[in-house]
C-alpha cells in the first residue's frame, strides 16, 4: 500500500453528517453518511488483551512507561463513511484535530 502524507492538524473540524463521496464498492459518487468511529472496549480473546494480562499477570506491573511531556493540543479524529446505497462503510485516512462536530445539514 502506498503510503500517503499526514495531513496538517485542524483545529476545529466541522462535517455534514450526510456528504456526497467516491464509494468503492459501487465505483461512483453517492451519499454517504459520516459516523465517528467510537473506541469499543477491548476483546479478552484478542491478541493484545490476551499479551496485557499475560505481561501483568504476576510481580511487576503496566508492560508500558507512562507518557513524559506534554500533551498533545490535537486527538486523531476516526471517520466512518458509509454509503447509502451499497450501505458498506470505508474509511478515508484520518485527521487530527482539536475539535470535531458533525452537523446537520438541510
Ligand atoms: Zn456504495
Known sequence: MELKKPSPPVTFMIRPR???RYCPFDKKHT???VERVKKRKAS???WGQR???RVTAGYRGFPRPK????EKPTRRVYIRY????CKKAHHSPNIRAKKFELKEVH
Do not use: A, I, T
Not at 507518557?67 to 506534554?70: D, F, W
Not at 458509509?82 to 446505497?85: G, L
Open 18 to 20: 450526510v456528504l456526497k
Open 31 to 33: 451519499p454517504h453518511e
Open 44 to 46: 479478552e480473546l484478542k
Open 51 to 53: 499479551r496485557f494480562r
Open 67 to 70: 507518557p513524559e511531556g506534554r
Open 82 to 85: 458509509r454509503c447509502q446505497e
